[in-house]
């Protein structure tokens, strides 16, 4: 069974111990017991071949699993034409520098319609979606998901639904389901193990249960606002959810192959260890049952 955790970009720790460069990664997570890795392209795709290339054998030769996260800038739901091609090139970057590495991920925001209603923006995004990953396919990158992820503030495209929507689109794309953002955006509803089968419940009602098999989680403490997310926390601050006991009881209960992706301030590769833990502690205790 497939079952990973690990970091999103470099913890502090990371650099602490005297790394400097994300090619030292893969063997430093592999020392600390872990075995994914979500490089960060935030802020654009600037890692070229060669780097992106010695990044996945290194990845490979440690048993790391590659995700990438895309642009920021991405919106979906854009009308206008020129941010629209802006979108689709930051997608296809991405998906260019994930089959350098061999990432098999591609997570994404879905992004705003801010001047019609939210229904008409989900509506231009699911379209301009189903072009775009069939733009992805007929250039062979079938082989490499795209993940919206569900997002921390109520204004931004991105509920659990409008996630699940865009994935209905098309086979190669699947959700990036970040329970901390859920919290956020619910005003802390991710409190009980419940709320955790709803969210996999309606999953499974919309994509089947062969979504199972490739569930790809963002987790973290956050902090949020009556707006919704307002910073990412850690597992050492007192009072901040979600509990990832509740996640990993479900994760269990179900059989499901998964990809857990710590987003902590700092502590991303620390607290992606804390989760490990906390998960075969609870299968363990499961099986026992």
Known sequence: MNIRFGPAGNSSAFYEEGCKSSLDMP????LKGLNAYEYQCGRGVNIGEETARKLGQLASENGIYLSIHAPYYINLAAADQDLREKTRSHI???LTAARWMGARVVVFHPG???KDSREDSLK???SFLGEVSKQALDEGFGDIFLAPETMGKKSLLGSLDEVLDLCSVNPNIIPAIDFGHLHAVSQGGMVAEEAFAAVFDRMESVLGKDAFKRIHIHFS????TEAGEKRHRTTRDQGFGPDFTHLARQLSKRSAEFTVICESD?????????YKTIYK?????????
Do not use: F, H, I, N
């Open 92 to 94: 296809m970057k991405a």
């Open 112 to 114: 705003s319609g801010k």
């Open 281 to 289: 502690e609870v299968t363990a205790k499961l099986e026992r049952l």
């Open 27 to 30: 063997g430093w997570l592999k």
């Open 266 to 274: 700092g502590r991303q590769a620390e607290d992606a260890l804390v």
């Open 221 to 224: 403490p956050v902090e949020y």
């Open 124 to 126: 231009r995004a699911r």
